[in-house]
């Protein structure tokens, strides 16, 4: 198994070293494990979900020392979790550019000024159209996939993390992502964490990765750990998904090179 969606205390809201999560990777016979913590952002933007860009220093050196440790027992793959916010991309594209990673996932957390995957912030859905909060979502999703920067797109329906529902369906809009997914050749994860999220589900949901099955989209695993006793939870339940929507392949990079492993 691999797991490549893995966060560090540096974010500020997770527990835990790169070093704790290869143990725990380790424990569980991980094959490969891949660090994503949370991108810097320029001017301060959100400083309590990220690391500063003066710590990305640390992050590297906590990656460069557990391969050195560890190397020999699992293959570890250097990544990040990429913001999608539209007027900061030129910072992201270069940050990425400069980064020297292995894949890079890139995940829509803001609309706007909004934080819809923050429970602090959960309390503006009362009052909005959910309809019209998910048609936001989708279309930065949208553009996400075609500015062509990133490798995996995260979470790809997190936008119901909370448990709100659409009425409309955006099985269109949906298919339009999903083909440019496959155009621009990145690869959707199946992430666990919604598991434990208000939603209980995975991401995406079935509906979704029925469509990724018919237009063949790679698919990649992630826990989105925030411990490091999380890493691979839930993946006996993406494991099966992974059989019935992916052929039983799972993406993993090096040098920002996709290639496919069968579990
Ligand atoms: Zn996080
Ligand atoms: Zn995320």
Redesign the pocket.
Known sequence: MVDYHTHTKLCRHAKGEIRDYILNAIAKNFKEIGVSDHMPLPDGFDPEHRMSVEEFKIYKQWYDSVVEEFGDKIRIKFGI?AEFIEEKIDFVRDFILNGEFDYVIG?L?FIGDWNI?SHKEAWRWDGVDVNEVYESYYKAVKKLVSSGIFDIV??FD?IKKFGHRSDKNFEGLIREILRLVKEYGLCVEINTSGLWHKVGEVYPSVEVLEIVREYKVPLTLGS?AHNPDDVGRGFEIAYELIQTYGDGRVSVFEGRERKEIKL
């Open positions: 979790e995940s957390h995957a995260g979470h997190m989105d």
